[in-house]
């Protein structure tokens, strides 16, 4: 069973960055990271694969980048030109190839406030 730990998480003031990582016990086809605003549903955000083909979700707007160091089992969420509209609980999640199994992390607050 692969455990995720996260970490990177807090409070950034408007236009602020914050950088997210997640560390995996094993090594792991996909990582990525998902997020839960308040009240709303929990979405993909960016989803990196062990050769390092990428895919985000249209609000990223270019800001974010998403990296993966397969000889630490760690992915990255570099987050640019952060906005109130960021501010959810994000999750780092992996997957086995095939998608037949998911592993999530507890999941680390954002809040993105004046």
């Known amino acids: 069973q692969v455990q995720l730990v996260e970490s990177g998480g807090g409070w950034v003031q408007p236009g602020g960055s914050l950088r997210l990582s997640c560390a995996a016990s094993?090594?792991?086809?996909?990582m990525g990271w998902y997020r839960q605003p308040p009240g709303k549903q929990r979405t993909l955000v960016a989803v990196?694969?062990?050769?390092?083909?990428?895919n985000y979700a249209s609000f990223v707007k270019g800001r974010f980048t998403i990296s993966r160091d397969n000889t630490k089992n760690t992915v990255y969420l570099q987050m640019n030109n952060l906005e109130p509209e960021d501010t959810a609980v994000y999750y780092c999640?992996?997957?086995?190839?095939?998608?037949?199994?998911?592993?999530w992390g507890q999941g680390t607050q954002v809040t993105v406030s004046s």
């Open positions: 094993t090594s792991i086809y996909g």
């Open positions: 999640y992996s997957y086995t190839l095939g998608e037949s199994s998911y592993y």
């Open positions: 990196i694969d062990i050769g390092g083909n990428r």
